[in-house]
């Protein structure tokens, strides 16, 4: 315990303080490779070099150990005193399957091309899954398991190319609740896919509000705008704006197969529910 909150003490030290800007910082890391390689073994060739901060009298690093092994981040992180003498060295920390897959998946979303690198994504886990024992696959989330067994896929010969399959869910989804374009046109695309969640070829979008994590929106007066625009356009039309939208529409002729599903403050469900329909998020749709 005592070696974790010490880590994490100086991950909170060299995110404070960013790089080092002094001028020790050339015979900081000097020190710091020569301390690893006598502890580790690792020559300076083997790390990468990400942070070194020089506080009241100490030197604090982290670095990643070049071609490290998949199943561990490979950071090791430490903690000089003046001189170079070694007083704490944490890691690698070992990632899980769970950890993996989160990141395989999430290198996918927000982003355009989400729809496209998600099926391989996806195959590779399958494969990855199907050699599982029922206990370690128990031990991986979920919703991340249930979205490798969606079968998702490029989209058919014939199908909606994505950027038509998105303005026409946009459009579709406006008009079935009374919104105008430009209100859907508010909300920032997190996920797309094409899958057949009923037995036949459909395209996927999901929406959420802007965040702070985006660059045009990282000021407490960008969001504040944006929140504004937000409750103003939806009060318009007599309703609140939802945070998340899922929206399911035919990957041949554009046609929503089933109401948009919606999520408010306070949020009923997890990112995935909509895009997995898990049968809460689906029923959400029948009370409208």
Known sequence: MLK????????????????????????????????????????????????????????????????????????????MDRDGKLLVLDGPSKITLEDLLEEDLKSCFNREDCWKRLPEVCRNWEKKLSVLSAEQKAAI?????????????????GALDF????????????AAEGWTE?????????????????????????LEQHSWFEPEYESDAAMEQYDRELEAAFAAVNQKPPIKIGILIDAFTGELIEKPMLDYIPEEYNYLDFLIRTDEAVASIAGK
């Open 163 to 174: 950027a038509t399959a998105y303005e026409t869910a946009l459009k579709e989804a406006a």
């Open 182 to 206: 430009e209100m859907i046109h508010m909300f920032r695309h997190t996920i797309s896919a094409c899958y057949e969640p009923e037995g036949s070829p459909a395209w996927f979008v999901y």
């Open 141 to 157: 989330w979920d919703k991340y398991v249930k979205v490798v067994e969606l079968g998702i896929m490029l989209p058919p010969e």
């Open 4 to 79: 974790k909150i010490v880590t994490v003490c100086i991950v909170l030290l060299l995110a404070a303080a960013g790089l080092c800007a002094c001028a020790e910082e050339g015979s900081g890391w000097d020190m710091t490779y020569a301390a690893l390689e006598k502890e580790t073994g690792y020559t300076r060739n083997q790390l990468e070099p990400n942070q070194l901060v020089f506080e009241d009298g100490h030197w604090y690093f982290s670095v990643t150990v070049r071609d490290h092994p998949e199943d561990e981040d490979g950071m090791l992180i430490g903690e």
